[in-house]
T-cell receptor, first 115, second 108 residues
Framework: DAGVIQSPRHEVTEMGQEVTLRCKPISGHDYLFWYRQTMMRGLELLIY????????DSGMPEDRFSAKMPNASFSTLKIQPSEPRDSAVYFC?????????????FGQGTRLTVV | AQRVTQPEKLLSVFKGAPVELKCNYSYSGSPELFWYVQYSRQRLQLLLRHISRESIKGFTADLNKGETSFHLKKPFAQEEDSAMYYCALPGKGGKLIFGQGTELSVKP
């Protein structure tokens, strides 16, 4: 397996534009997480899914952020409209609860810059 | 509430010096704790988990339930150990909770 795949790797956009980040989890994993990484706040959990169903979105900063998981192999995180303070690295991670471990596997991240 | 605290944002040591990255946790019951490492501009990857009692790249971590700590240690730091280190534990509902992270800088 190629691991968790995120696209794009880098995104530069203007304030007010819509941004969509994409994630393909490891095949067979039933949990998917979206994290945001900044210098100030470290690694924050935004939202996570279990079997494609959102379980907890309390970390989503505001209504401008939304996430979907239409099937087991794909998820998106959308920011509309984007603001400069959204600039961060966004990580997707997945986990297989059937292994008995809670270890999560991370993608390479999407570095978002909003100017 | 489950919580992970890494009190140091930055730790700077010289090559060959001992390293200890601190992690304290708040958890009801018996926790399963992890250390993740992120080398420059790369993905986070699991370094070690406490239940395995393993040593990876010379790093070890012992769970101290009395002090609710899971500090990461290495007797002799190497320059290639320079990275961001995150302590983590599982939260309710299957999520993984991370600390703020500690940036380790090993100088030649």
């Amino acid at each position: 397996d190629a691991g968790v795949i995120q696209s794009p790797r880098h995104e530069v956009t203007e304030m007010g534009q819509e941004v969509t980040l994409r994630c393909k989890p490891i095949s067979g994993h039933d949990y998917l997480f979206w994290y945001r990484q900044t210098m100030m706040r470290g690694l924050e959990l935004l939202i996570y899914f279990n079997n494609n169903v959102p379980i907890d979105d309390s970390g989503m900063p505001e209504d401008r952020f939304s996430a979907k998981m239409p099937n087991a192999s794909f998820s998106t995180l959308k920011i509309q409209p984007s603001e400069p303070r959204d600039s961060a690295v966004y990580f997707c991670a997945s986990r297989d609860s059937g292994t008995g471990y809670t270890e999560a596997f991370f993608g390479q991240g999407t570095r978002l810059t909003v100017v | 509430a489950q919580r992970v605290t890494q009190p140091e944002k930055l730790l700077s040591v010289f090559k060959g010096a001992p390293v200890e990255l601190k992690c304290n946790y708040s958890y009801s019951g018996s926790p399963e704790l992890f250390w993740y490492v992120q080398y420059s501009r790369q993905r986070l990857q699991l370094l070690l988990r406490h239940i395995s009692r393993e040593s990876i790249k010379g790093f070890t971590a012992d769970l101290n339930k009395g002090e609710t700590s899971f500090h990461l240690k290495k007797p002799f730091a190497q320059e290639e150990d320079s990275a961001m280190y995150y302590c983590a534990l599982p939260g309710k509902g299957g999520k993984l909770i991370f600390g703020q992270g500690t940036e380790l800088s090993v100088k030649p």
